[in-house]
């Protein structure tokens, strides 16, 4: 009886010891996580710094941008689009006026010839 109690007790120191260690890891594992989540944060702050700037100076050139864009420089160029437009319709109604008046003209010229018969 005496043997097995010993052994018992060996077992029983045996698992101290285990408990120990997994204690002493899991301690470790807790740590280690605490840094590596102290490092995640330094590093995503750095980050969202990083996109803060990056978004401010994006927003001041688009507001710049906008700025140097003169309602001048605008409508200089809708006019010019719509004198272009103009000016095609114009050479349209130029053409109808030709082809008119070479019809007319044949008109009256073959008018002309009967009346001579």
Request: with cysteine.
């Amino acid at each position: 009886m005496h043997d097995k109690m010993q052994y018992l007790e060996e077992k029983v120191e045996d698992m101290e010891k285990i408990r120990k260690d997994i204690n002493e890891i899991t301690n470790t594992c807790a740590t280690e996580l605490n840094k590596l989540r102290t490092d995640m944060d330094n590093h995503l702050c750095a980050l969202s710094n990083k996109v803060d700037d990056v978004t401010k100076k994006l927003s001041e050139q688009v507001k710049t941008d906008i700025q140097s864009t003169e309602w001048s420089d605008i409508i200089k160029k809708q006019v010019y689009e719509s004198l272009v437009t103009v000016a095609d319709n114009l050479q349209e109604v130029n053409q109808s006026l030709r082809e008119t008046t070479e019809k007319t003209e044949e008109r009256r010229d073959k008018e002309s010839r009967r009346n001579i018969t």
